[in-house]
């Protein structure tokens, strides 16, 4: 293994005679591999473990023995090349590895949601679908809520719980009161479904198709959300955003090349993805970050899917006259209901008191806001609160784009 001075090069450390001296590491081009320092022998020469197995690894690298080395893959091959990418916080280099590995993957959960729903409604595809398939689709689209059950407190905070941002963590624990199937383990149900379905039997023969998008390929990065699922602070994640326009009920007919089959395969794969990305936007830049919560709620309004986008995150804590103050909490929610546009609503809340506001580009919209807020100031008055503002705006302003991190998610340095 190689590193330069960050660049490692390996070879086997077990005698030639013994059989597992032959045995390849099995590494991939840009996998991310975690490496133990067994010890540091002559110069620039350590002894690693990886994934079970002891190799001679040339590198100018400092370490020190028992420290955990993170490696990225650069070559593989008889003698593997790989960089050292941090011997600090390796949750970050795993973080922005799985961001980089699904950014390109993902789509916005409506939209694959809806071309899932799509494909489920279909009579020739309901007809190409055996029923090993057929049940875990059904069961995912028999999950999502309609749109008046978000209007129900108890049932928003079920969403809330069904979303997939906890499915790893919850799962973690022996006793748990969220529900069993969220949205995550129903995409990750029918996912197993779809990867079991393209594997070919050898009596089988392999049909000339373009290459077929890999489930598997996601497994990776879904495995270090699991590592890092407890942590339930922000990392900002450049995620592509909801489209303003309406998604329509009726996606574009399939290419002649695609099947059902490879469509779902395909849209799992996406849907999966903004999940992981939501997920990975939730973690911790670091110890002192504010805990931010990313959520995606599909429901359906009619025949089509929308999403509900929230977050929940705390702001830092202000002072008055020397004394500290509460820190406030935010909630910022953007949908768009049909015949309303596009809205967000940002809420918050320090103690008793609350300010709200609610921006629309309709002038008809925020002047339904307006005539409502008589009706929303009592019903907050009548749950304790203290309503101080209740306002308007016409621009929807995007989030502002986090400051630089000196971490790129790209390493090009050498």
């Given at each position: 293994m190689d590193i330069k001075s960050t660049l490692v090069s390996l070879a086997p450390a077990l005698p030639a005679k013994s059989s597992k001296a032959n045995l390849p590491l099995m590494l991939q081009l840009g996998q991310l591999v975690s490496a133990k320092v067994v010890a540091s022998l002559k110069t620039n020469q350590l002894l690693l473990e990886i994934n079970g197995r002891q190799v001679l690894a040339d590198s100018h690298v400092s370490a020190k023995t028992g420290q955990t080395l993170t490696l990225e893959v650069l070559q593989t091959g008889p003698t593997p090349q790989l960089k050292a990418l941090s011997t600090g916080n390796p949750s970050q280099v795993i973080v922005q590895q799985a961001?980089?590995?699904?950014?390109?993957?993902?789509?916005?959960?409506?939209?694959?949601?809806?071309?899932?729903?799509?494909?489920?409604?279909?009579?020739?595809?309901?007809?190409?679908?055996?029923?090993?398939?057929?049940?875990?689709?059904?069961?995912?689209?028999?999950?999502?809520?309609?749109?008046?059950?978000?209007?129900?407190p108890p049932s928003l905070k079920t969403q809330i719980l069904k979303s997939g941002l906890f499915h790893e963590a919850e799962k973690s624990q022996p006793a748990t009161s969220t529900p069993k199937n969220d949205l995550k383990a129903n995409l990750l149900n029918l996912a197993a479904a779809l990867k079991g379905a393209s594997q070919p039997t050898e009596s089988t023969p392999k049909p000339q198709?373009?290459?077929?998008?890999?489930?598997?390929?996601?497994?990776?990065?879904?495995?270090?959300?699991?590592?890092?699922?407890?942590?339930?602070t922000p990392l900002t994640a450049k995620l592509t955003p909801i489209s303003g326009k309406k998604q329509q009920s009726q996606p574009a007919p399939l290419n002649e090349t695609d099947t059902p089959l490879l469509q779902l395969e395909k849209k799992t794969a996406s849907a999966l993805a903004r999940l992981a990305l939501d997920q990975l936007a939730s973690l911790p830049k670091n110890e002192s970050a504010q805990p931010t919560w990313h959520f995606e709620i599909p429901y359906f309004q009619g025949e089509t899917l929308e999403t509900l986008r929230l977050t929940i995150s705390q702001e830092s804590s202000q002072e008055k006259s020397g004394q500290p103050r509460e820190a406030p909490w935010s909630v910022t929610l953007e949908l768009e209901p049909e015949n309303l546009g596009k809205i967000r609503v940002k809420i918050l809340i320090q103690g008793e008191k609350i300010n709200s506001f609610f921006w629309s580009e309709r002038q008809t919209t925020r002047q339904l806001f307006e005539k409502h807020f008589d009706v929303l100031k009592h019903q907050l008055q009548k749950a304790g609160l203290d309503p101080e503002t209740l306002q308007t705006a016409k621009t929807i302003d995007d989030p502002q784009p986090a400051a630089p991190s000196n971490q790129h998610l790209i390493n090009v340095t050498t």
């Amino acid at each position: 293994m190689d590193i330069k001075s960050t660049l490692v090069s390996l070879a086997p450390a077990l005698p030639a005679k013994s059989s597992k001296a032959n045995l390849p590491l099995m590494l991939q081009l840009g996998q991310l591999v975690s490496a133990k320092v067994v010890a540091s022998l002559k110069t620039n020469q350590l002894l690693l473990e990886i994934n079970g197995r002891q190799v001679l690894a040339d590198s100018h690298v400092s370490a020190k023995t028992g420290q955990t080395l993170t490696l990225e893959v650069l070559q593989t091959g008889p003698t593997p090349q790989l960089k050292a990418l941090s011997t600090g916080n390796p949750s970050q280099v795993i973080v922005q590895q799985a961001t980089r590995t699904l950014l390109p993957r993902q789509a916005p959960l409506h939209q694959a949601l809806n071309e899932i729903n799509f494909l489920f409604q279909q009579a020739q595809s309901q007809s190409a679908l055996p029923p090993f398939i057929r049940l875990p689709l059904a069961t995912l689209l028999k999950a999502i809520p309609k749109q008046e059950q978000l209007i129900k407190p108890p049932s928003l905070k079920t969403q809330i719980l069904k979303s997939g941002l906890f499915h790893e963590a919850e799962k973690s624990q022996p006793a748990t009161s969220t529900p069993k199937n969220d949205l995550k383990a129903n995409l990750l149900n029918l996912a197993a479904a779809l990867k079991g379905a393209s594997q070919p039997t050898e009596s089988t023969p392999k049909p000339q198709t373009p290459p077929r998008f890999n489930l598997a390929q996601a497994d990776t990065s879904f495995t270090q959300i699991k590592i890092l699922s407890h942590q339930q602070t922000p990392l900002t994640a450049k995620l592509t955003p909801i489209s303003g326009k309406k998604q329509q009920s009726q996606p574009a007919p399939l290419n002649e090349t695609d099947t059902p089959l490879l469509q779902l395969e395909k849209k799992t794969a996406s849907a999966l993805a903004r999940l992981a990305l939501d997920q990975l936007a939730s973690l911790p830049k670091n110890e002192s970050a504010q805990p931010t919560w990313h959520f995606e709620i599909p429901y359906f309004q009619g025949e089509t899917l929308e999403t509900l986008r929230l977050t929940i995150s705390q702001e830092s804590s202000q002072e008055k006259s020397g004394q500290p103050r509460e820190a406030p909490w935010s909630v910022t929610l953007e949908l768009e209901p049909e015949n309303l546009g596009k809205i967000r609503v940002k809420i918050l809340i320090q103690g008793e008191k609350i300010n709200s506001f609610f921006w629309s580009e309709r002038q008809t919209t925020r002047q339904l806001f307006e005539k409502h807020f008589d009706v929303l100031k009592h019903q907050l008055q009548k749950a304790g609160l203290d309503p101080e503002t209740l306002q308007t705006a016409k621009t929807i302003d995007d989030p502002q784009p986090a400051a630089p991190s000196n971490q790129h998610l790209i390493n090009v340095t050498t």
